[in-house]
């Protein structure tokens, strides 16, 4: 395991990873966290609790070590709608802007095993990974891009959905999205999906379960209205596991669950078969 | 827009009541007025049919047209059955066969939305309502004959933009239309559904706003007190409207539908701002 880890956080392929906030204990095992072995480690428990990871841990896990080019980082969101309870939307840009977060999409070129690639990472940290019209704009160009050059798209997922602040324009942004992915399938691009904790909403109901490949992370939790939500709206009883990465690929919603420490040789693996 | 567009005598949240006034027209009541001969065709060939989503065939204006639209129950059995006019993904399959049927005939379609949003229950979510409305807003892309969709009371998150990825998208005076219900929306930002008058306020979810954002093409102006309180007159209306949209599309050959209903979307959110009535409600 160790060997192999070593190889997919290697210098010569990707960068070691950047460093996540985590709890001091494990949300899975309970067990308190050697923070450098965990990070050694994909931030993947031993246990098998995948930690949530920021946009840049994506990229440095997924990207050959120099090939990532961030695009359109200086498209910027503002308050469109003059949104102010409970808290101004101007103020939650600034609080995200100030912690050095820039939305919740971070789009570029890269190379993945020497194949050059186009990465989407969604970031959870920057309001909820919510999809948004920067995000959204950020995801079409993208995808518009990858389709022009027959670049293959890779899309990581992190999201609660939707962005309230941006009412209807955010909803805008899945037919805005898809429409682009659309075009993507007709150029013939291979487009893979990996599904992080959590997806949902927005999101899963656009662009995420619309790839050639869909892979989830497991035990992440994905769906479309939240388990809260349902249960408030119909008192139903969820079973254990309901939505979690395992129960969406026994409903046939995703292709794969792969572990973090082995998604980087299995996508590398799976992108010569879609592009031989 | 309509002179006779009214929306400053009420408030955000009286028209939200107003889009939810249990004696609305319904689906069904327009196309009893507008299709006569009107044929529900039922089922997603897979796993059921949604009595939630209303889809057919029918003559409108002498030409065989396919409609489709949200059906909510006039009482409790009724809106039991209708499940409140929220989707399964069964709806969403249906609405997109019926899609399919308009491009082989080269009928043009006529969506009619009216959903608090899909239905967030269990049993959607095991059969796949996320790739179910992912895949409708997808396939609507490559839909070559005009598309025209009426907001017609309630137009909820995605749910609703799953009917709604038209070349024209209009909206009844009263009607609202929105990423999420306002109840959901506070349930977000504040964890309190009691919240939603501020939310609704917030959001723009008016019929006014929409126009206003460029995110809809045109508001018909309901009867005098509301849609509610004459079904024949806003039938007429509704009928007026739709047509003179679809009868212009038709001008249009099925390439440049598919292009001009892409880059529709594509630049959406590019008219914010520019319209001078455009602006927030709230102190």
Same mark, same amino acid.
């Given at each position: 395991?160790?060997?192999?880890?070593?190889?997919?956080?290697?210098?010569?392929?990707?960068?070691?990873?950047?460093?996540?906030?985590?709890?001091?204990?494990?949300?899975?095992?309970?067990?308190?966290?050697?923070?450098?072995?965990?990070?050694?480690?994909?931030?993947?428990?031993?246990?098998?609790?995948?930690?949530?990871?920021?946009?840049?841990?994506?990229?440095?896990?997924?990207?050959?070590?120099?090939?990532?080019?961030?695009?359109?980082?200086?498209?910027?969101?503002?308050?469109?709608?003059?949104?102010?309870?409970?808290?101004?939307?101007?103020?939650?840009?600034?609080?995200?802007?100030?912690?050095?977060?820039?939305?919740?999409?971070?789009?570029?070129?890269?190379?993945?095993?020497?194949?050059?690639?186009?990465?989407?990472?969604?970031?959870?940290?920057?309001?909820?990974?919510?999809?948004?019209?920067?995000?959204?704009?950020?995801?079409?160009?993208?995808?518009?891009?990858?389709?022009?050059?027959?670049?293959?798209?890779?899309?990581?997922?992190?999201?609660?959905?939707?962005?309230?602040?941006?009412?209807?324009?955010?909803?805008?942004?899945?037919?805005?999205?898809?429409?682009?992915?659309?075009?993507?399938?007709?150029?013939?691009?291979?487009?893979?999906?990996?599904?992080?904790?959590?997806?949902?909403?927005?999101?899963?109901?656009?662009?995420?379960?619309?790839?050639?490949?869909?892979?989830?992370?497991?035990?992440?939790?994905?769906?479309?209205?939240?388990?809260?939500?349902?249960?408030?709206?119909?008192?139903?009883?969820?079973?254990?596991?309901?939505?979690?990465?395992?129960?969406?690929?026994?409903?046939?919603?995703?292709?794969?669950?792969?572990?973090?420490?082995?998604?980087?040789?299995?996508?590398?693996?799976?992108?010569?078969?879609?592009?031989? | 827009?309509?002179?006779?567009?009214?929306?400053?005598?009420?408030?955000?949240?009286?028209?939200?009541?107003?889009?939810?006034?249990?004696?609305?027209?319904?689906?069904?009541?327009?196309?009893?007025?507008?299709?006569?001969?009107?044929?529900?065709?039922?089922?997603?060939?897979?796993?059921?049919?949604?009595?939630? *989503?209303?889809?057919?065939?029918?003559?409108?204006?002498?030409?065989?047209?396919?409609?489709?639209?949200?059906?909510?129950?006039?009482?409790?059995?009724?809106?039991?059955?209708?499940?409140?006019?929220?989707?399964?993904?069964?709806?969403?399959?249906?609405?997109?066969? *019926?899609?399919?049927?308009?491009?082989?005939?080269?009928?043009?379609?006529?969506? *009619?939305?009216?959903?608090?949003?899909?239905?967030?229950?269990?049993?959607?979510?095991?059969?796949?309502?996320?790739?179910?409305?992912?895949?409708?807003?997808?396939?609507?892309?490559?839909?070559?004959?005009?598309?025209?969709?009426?907001?017609?009371?309630?137009?909820?998150?995605?749910?609703?933009?799953?009917?709604?990825?038209?070349?024209?998208?209009?909206?009844?005076?009263?009607?609202?239309?929105?990423?999420?219900?306002?109840?959901?929306?506070?349930?977000?930002?504040?964890?309190?559904?009691?919240?939603?008058?501020?939310?609704?306020?917030?959001?723009?979810?008016?019929?006014?706003?929409?126009?206003?954002?460029?995110?809809?093409?045109?508001?018909?102006?309901?009867?005098?007190?509301?849609?509610?309180?004459?079904?024949?007159?806003?039938?007429?209306?509704?009928?007026?409207?739709?047509?003179?949209?679809?009868?212009?599309?038709?001008?249009?050959?099925?390439?440049?539908?598919?292009?001009?209903?892409?880059?529709?979307?594509?630049?959406?959110?590019?008219?914010?701002?520019?319209?001078?009535?455009?602006?927030?409600?709230?102190?």
């Amino acid at each position: 395991m160790s060997a192999q880890v070593a190889h997919l956080t290697s210098a010569r392929f990707g960068e070691p990873l950047p460093v996540v906030a985590v709890p001091t204990n494990c949300p899975g095992c309970g067990v308190g966290l050697d923070e450098d072995e965990l990070r050694g480690n994909c931030y993947v428990c031993e246990c098998g609790h995948h930690f949530r990871m920021h946009a840049q841990a994506w990229i440095a896990l997924l990207a050959d070590g120099g090939t990532w080019q961030e695009r359109w980082a200086d498209v910027r969101p503002h308050d469109l709608l003059d949104w102010r309870r409970p808290k101004p939307y101007e103020e939650t840009l600034e609080q995200a802007r100030d912690e050095g977060l820039n939305e919740a999409v971070r789009t570029g070129t890269a190379e993945l095993a020497g194949r050059p690639v186009w990465i989407a990472v969604f970031d959870f940290r920057f309001v909820g990974g919510t999809l948004s019209i920067v995000a959204g704009e950020r995801l079409a160009r993208g995808l518009e891009q990858a389709a022009m050059t027959r670049t293959p798209y890779l899309l990581i997922t992190a999201s609660g959905g939707a962005r309230m602040q941006e009412g209807v324009l955010a909803l805008m942004q899945m037919a805005k999205v898809n429409a682009a992915v659309g075009r993507l399938h007709r150029a013939g691009v291979p487009y893979f999906s990996v599904l992080t904790d959590p997806t949902f909403g927005g999101v899963s109901a656009s662009l995420a379960l619309m790839a050639d490949l869909t892979v989830a992370e497991p035990g992440a939790a994905i769906g479309f209205t939240g388990a809260r939500v349902i249960k408030q709206a119909t008192y139903a009883d969820l079973p254990p596991g309901f939505q979690s990465a395992e129960f969406q690929l026994a409903h046939g919603q995703v292709d794969l669950v792969v572990p973090r420490t082995e998604l980087r040789p299995r996508l590398a693996k799976l992108l010569e078969l879609y592009t031989r | 827009m309509s002179t006779a567009h009214r929306p400053d005598t009420l408030s955000v949240w009286q028209v939200v009541e107003l889009a939810r006034h249990p004696d609305r027209p319904y689906t069904l009541d327009y196309l009893a007025r507008m299709v006569p001969d009107f044929v529900e065709l039922h089922g997603d060939r897979l796993t059921g049919d949604d009595p939630a *989503l209303v889809a057919g065939i029918g003559t409108w204006h002498g030409q065989t047209t396919i409609f489709m639209g949200n059906q909510k129950g006039r009482n409790l059995a009724d809106r039991l059955r209708r499940n409140w006019g929220m989707m399964h993904p069964e709806g969403y399959r249906k609405a997109m066969r *019926l899609a399919e049927q308009a491009v082989k005939f080269g009928f043009p379609i006529v969506s *009619l939305v009216d959903t608090p949003g899909a239905y967030p229950g269990a049993a959607a979510e095991e059969r796949g309502i996320a790739a179910a409305i992912a895949g409708a807003i997808m396939a609507w892309f490559e839909v070559p004959v005009p598309v025209v969709a009426c907001i017609i009371g309630e137009g909820g998150s995605g749910g609703a933009l799953g009917l709604a990825v038209a070349d024209r998208v209009l909206m009844m005076e009263n009607s609202i239309y929105s990423v999420a219900s306002p109840e959901a929306a506070a349930s977000i930002v504040w964890r309190d559904n009691a919240r939603k008058v501020e939310a609704a306020e917030q959001l723009q979810v008016t019929s006014r706003d929409l126009l206003a954002m460029g995110v809809v093409e045109e508001v018909i102006a309901e009867p005098r007190g509301g849609a509610q309180t004459d079904y024949d007159g806003a039938a007429r209306v509704l009928d007026e409207a739709l047509w003179r949209h679809v009868s212009q599309l038709q001008q249009e050959s099925g390439e440049r539908l598919v292009e001009h209903r892409y880059d529709r979307f594509r630049y959406i959110d590019s008219l914010i701002g520019a319209h001078p009535h455009f602006g927030p409600k709230i102190d």
